[in-house]
């Protein structure tokens, strides 16, 4: 696949953690995180774990409709994350400690408190007016069109005030930009120039793909049949249209060409990472553009993947064709919208999951709280937080969100311990947390520190090529990470049985998911349920 330069960016060979700052570390007692607490964790991020960068979810002014997701202003923090002075001591401890330092950024949609939208639903005439996306109703009084709000109902809610509606794909607390008013183009790049001139390293550009849609507005045909046997998530009645008018028209990238010419304005390879959920995978790779767009779309494929040796091989083959020259590929296995992994793989496939995440290449982000094999947390309804599943039942994200546990104490080391966290800890974690697992060799947390310490020192599996193997029993996933004479050789076994493996002759063992195996013996090996291991094939392979 793709050869790097010589020289090659950070985010290329950067491990990213992403942290959602409302679950990571509460430093004053409410019960839910804030910047400080991510300041007092990095040496854990640094130096314990050893991650190379970190992606901070919304921590901007907001109402909290959509918990961030909804921006009241772009140039300042929510007093629930602290002050501006937080941020900026954050992010110069960060880079004292060699830690990038991406933000979340929410182009599509404003919160309906954001002083623009303020403005904008004030009157018809109002010089902001344009800057959202208003429609009276048709001459039979119905909807504008046919759109749907991917968190349940109609995209559109009238405003009485004027007597038209307003386009929101989300919450109608999340009020759609019109990306093709330039003075909105000219605002929010200089949102993005507000944290570039702090020093940010980068942005995730929250669905990316949404903020340019067909400009008639023309109605979403109904989605055709499900494709047979897919493996892709449910978004309940959502899914019943297919998407073609309301989000990812052509004219998105002529934006995101402008955009990359603003992160182009500074040094240090400021990054763009977008959350682009599409399927089809030249469509996806689009938003590379010729190297001039995105750095990357974010890639999602193996998220929902049957957890089979063939599924996976199949998706990476399909990314590794889809990646452009110039590309660079990347790979998440959870985040704040999923289930967690150790919950959706199952709990005996989270250590190989772990594996397969920093072995495969490219950009690889881990989601707090997988490094210790976190669990998704049943969330008792009187708890509930989400407001997507009191739209759409069953479509929570609180189980994936709930505060990390540090510690096994009263408070598990997140909160002082009188403190109700905002969403409930999970039942396990008196046992599972980071502290018990620095004091358990076998740990996960140790696995992935593990990891992490021989990603950092093998260039084959930073920045190798990669290569199938084809002589492995079913079940078993196998590729050969090569850089230069260096060689990384990876085997996985997706069953719950043993199977005998072929290894080259001379190889010695890197890693293994199994602590009792030291050592790897020529010919076969018997990889166990759900192992995982690298070795060095040495000059053999
Ligand atoms: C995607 C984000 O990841 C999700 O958490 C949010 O609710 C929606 N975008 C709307 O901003």
């Not at 002050?83 to 949609?109: C, G, M, Q, S």
């Not at 496939?349 to 920093?358: F, G, P, R, S």
């Not at 990390?404 to 800890?425: C, D, K, R, Y």
């Not at 199977?499 to 050592?519: A, H, K, N, W």
Request: overall charge negative; aromatic content about 12%; hydrophobic content about 35%.
């Amino acid at each position: 696949m793709n050869t790097p330069p010589p020289t090659h960016e950070w985010w290329k060979t950067a491990v990213v953690y992403q942290i959602y700052p409302r679950s990571f570390q509460d430093t004053t007692g409410s019960g839910t995180g804030d910047l400080n607490g991510i300041t007092q964790r990095l040496g854990y991020l640094s130096d314990t774990l050893g991650v190379d960068a970190i992606w901070i979810s919304p921590f901007y002014t907001s109402p909290m409709a959509d918990f961030g997701y909804d921006v009241a202003d772009y140039c300042d923090v929510d007093p629930t994350f602290g002050t501006l002075d937080d941020f900026d001591r954050l992010l110069a401890e960060a880079h004292r400690r060699r830690l990038k330092v991406i933000i979340d950024w929410v182009p599509n949609h404003t919160s309906d408190q954001h002083r623009w939208f303020v403005a904008s639903r004030s009157a018809l005439t109002d010089p902001k007016r344009d800057w959202y996306v208003w429609r009276g109703p048709k001459l039979d009084g119905s909807l504008p069109n046919n759109w749907q709000s991917m968190f349940g109902g109609p995209a559109w809610t009238l405003d009485e005030t004027t007597g038209q509606y307003y386009l929101h794909s989300f919450l109608a607390e999340q009020p759609d930009l019109n990306w093709r008013n330039r003075e909105v183009q000219a605002a929010m790049f200089d949102t993005l120039r507000f944290w570039l001139d702090r020093g940010v390293d980068g942005f995730r550009i929250d669905v990316a793909h949404f903020i340019m849609k067909n400009p008639d507005l023309t109605d979403n045909p109904l989605a055709p049949p499900p494709r047979g046997g897919a493996d892709f998530r449910s978004f309940g009645g959502y899914d019943e249209w297919d998407h073609i008018h309301d989000k990812g028209h052509t004219d998105i990238h002529a934006v995101f060409r402008d955009l990359r010419r603003v992160l182009d304005e500074y040094q240090g390879d400021r990054f763009s990472i977008g959350e682009i959920h599409i399927f089809d995978w030249d469509e996806w790779a689009s938003y590379y553009g010729d190297g001039d767009e995105l750095h990357m779309p974010f890639n999602f494929s193996l998220v929902w993947a049957h957890w089979t040796a063939a599924a996976i091989r199949c998706r990476v083959e399909a990314l590794q064709t889809a990646v452009p020259a110039n590309g660079w590929p990347n790979y998440v296995l959870g985040n704040h919208d999923e289930q967690r992994l150790a919950t959706r793989y199952g709990p005996q496939n989270a250590a190989a999951a772990a594996v397969l995440l920093l072995t495969l290449g490219g950009q690889p982000t881990i989601y707090y709280g997988d490094e210790i094999g976190l669990r998704e947390t049943e969330v008792p309804p009187e708890r509930a937080q989400d407001p997507w599943q009191f739209r759409v039942p069953g479509m929570s994200r609180d189980g994936c969100r709930t505060p990390m546990p540090w510690t096994a104490t009263p408070g598990h080391g997140f909160s002082v311990p009188v403190a109700e966290p905002w969403l409930p800890f999970g039942g396990d974690a008196p046992r599972r947390n980071v502290e018990n697992q620095l004091g358990d060799p076998s740990s996960m947390l140790n696995l992935y520190r593990q990891l992490l310490r021989i990603r950092g020192a093998r260039s084959s599996l930073q920045t190798g090529s990669i290569e199938f193997i084809d002589d492995v029993p079913d079940g078993v996933l196998g590729f050969i990470r090569a850089d230069g004479a260096e060689r990384t050789v990876v085997l996985i076994n997706f069953t719950d049985e043993t199977r005998d493996t072929p290894v080259p002759d001379g190889s010695t063992l890197l890693f293994s998911t199994d602590q009792m195996r030291t050592e790897i013996q020529p010919g076969l090996i018997d990889l166990g349920p759900n192992e995982a291991l690298a070795i060095d094939p040495g000059a053999s392979a």
